[in-house]
């Protein structure tokens, strides 16, 4: 069982950056590839990011390519999303989940997921 706690969400201006955290519990962390997904209001959730357990492989959508980084720190049980060069179109509620399915993004292939971190993006 993992449970998670993102945090670091808030309102920035476009252009801004944010980093999320994600805290997680249990002491299989290591064992999990972590991924990002974000849902806007209307939206389905889609896929952002994606680290693999050893942290040697990430996958990032089109849309993030470039802007955002994912990292883990697998001591602290903590996986991070670093969010530069914020758009409008990047506001939503951030999810982080972890799964057994390596670099997968796939939201039904994830198992745990945490409750979620508002982001806005203002013009």
């Known amino acids: 069982q993992v449970q998670l706690v993102e945090s670091g969400g808030g309102l920035v201006q476009a252009g801004g950056s944010l980093r999320l955290s994600c805290a997680a519990s249990?002491?299989?962390?290591?064992?999990?590839?972590m991924g990002w997904f974000r849902q806007a209001p209307g939206k389905e959730r889609e896929f952002v990011t994606a680290?693999?357990?050893?942290?040697?492989?990430?996958y990032y959508a089109d849309s993030v390519k470039g802007r955002f980084t994912i990292s883990r720190d697998n001591a602290k049980n903590t996986v991070y999303l670093q969010m530069n060069s914020l758009k409008p179109e990047d506001t939503a509620v951030y999810y982080c989940?972890?799964?057994?399915?390596?670099?997968?993004?796939?939201?039904?292939?994830?198992?745990?997921w945490g409750q979620g971190t508002q982001v806005t993006v203002s013009s």
């Open positions: 680290i693999g357990w050893g942290a040697s492989s990430t």
């Open positions: 249990g002491r299989t962390f290591g064992s999990y590839n």
């Open positions: 989940a972890a799964g057994l399915r390596y670099g997968s993004r796939r939201s039904n292939e994830y198992d745990y």
